[in-house]
């Protein structure tokens, strides 16, 4: 089995905590990245992109994945 690149595991990493956030957003109505940053600060704004933009890397090199 090969290793995950550095992008893909940071890629991974940040899909699963944007999972997790809107598991708490869903939950218990608690949005842990506004918590942290600030509502719609430029620092959300910026994990929230880098998470969405990580979602659609993983759409990208799921087919590569999943041959390992």
Known sequence: ??????????AL???IVGGLNWA???LLNFDLVAAIF???S????????LVGLS???MLVI?????KK
């Open 1 to 10: 089995m090969n290793k995950l690149s550095a992008i893909d595991l940071t």
């Open 13 to 15: 990493v940040l899909v």
């Open 24 to 26: 708490l957003v869903g």
């Open 38 to 40: 600030g509502d719609m």
């Open 42 to 49: 430029l620092l959300s704004r910026i994990v929230y992109s």
């Open 55 to 57: 979602a659609v890397y």
């Open 62 to 66: 799921f087919p590569k994945l999943a």
